[in-house]
C-alpha cells in the first residue's frame, strides 16, 4: 500500500482544520525561534512573495479553465 498515490477530495469546510492546524504550528515554531527567524526574514519574505504570485497566477489561470 503505497500512501502518496492515493487521491482524495476534501471540502472547504475540511480544509479549513488543516490549514488551522499548519498554521498553529508555524505560529509556534515562530514564537519558540523567533531570533533565529528574524536572521532570515528578507529570504523569508522572497520566498513569500514568490510563492503568492505564483499561487494567485495557478488560481487565475485555473478560474479561466474552467469557465
Known sequence: ???????????????????????SIYVLIGAYFS???????????????ITVVWTVSLWLKKMRSTK
Not at 531570533?35 to 529570504?43: A, G, K, N, T
Open 1 to 23: 500500500m503505497n500512501f502518496f498515490t492515493k487521491e482524495t477530495s476534501w471540502s472547504n469546510a475540511e480544509f479549513i482544520v488543516f490549514k488551522l492546524c499548519v498554521a
Open 35 to 49: 531570533s533565529f527567524f528574524l536572521q532570515y526574514r528578507i529570504v523569508i519574505t522572497v520566498v513569500f512573495a
